[in-house]
């Protein structure tokens, strides 16, 4: 008996992928071997070390244990597409700066889970300064400027 396949179409990295997934397959043997986005790597393949994390509506998820029919008409970021075109982004270069990579293979998922703690933490101080406040007066008017994407 031949495994069932199903068609799903997922946003990467800004690119929309319409694609023939059989539907016991990981979300990472897609985004690895059909995309050829090589960038999250299977590590312990049973969630525990990072290293094939990536990005789905921008929360951090193992995509060893996922299934790609899971992320169908979802977005999804991987370390590839987290840089502008003509560099890095501030976070590899952070890495970069501290020699944060060791071995270098879960990096990827290490700065893909750094860019969504980073964010979680940029939108809950965005909303705290959204709030009007009366203690608040026009102390820093570039405040909000720091927190525009
Ligand atoms: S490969 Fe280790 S958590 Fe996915």
Wanted: aromatic residues 4%; glycine residues 10%; positive net charge.
């Amino acid at each position: 008996m031949g495994e069932r396949s199903i068609w799903i179409e997922i946003e990467v990295n800004g690119r929309v992928y319409k694609e023939l997934v059989g539907v016991h397959e990981t979300l990472l043997d897609v985004i690895r071997e059909k995309l050829g986005l090589k960038g999250a790597k299977e590590g312990c393949g049973c969630g525990q070390c990072g290293a094939c994390t990536l990005l789905l509506e921008g929360q951090p998820v193992n995509a060893c244990l996922m299934l790609a029919v899971q992320a169908d008409q979802k977005r999804v970021t991987t370390i590839e597409g987290l840089a502008p075109a003509d560099g890095l982004h501030p976070i590899q270069k952070a890495f970069i700066e501290e020699h944060a990579v060791q071995c270098g293979y879960c990096t990827s998922g290490m700065i893909l889970s750094s860019k969504a703690f980073l964010d979680k933490k940029l939108n809950a101080r965005m909303k705290r300064f959204k709030r009007p406040s009366p203690v608040m007066p026009a102390v820093a008017p570039g405040i909000p400027r720091l927190f525009r994407r």
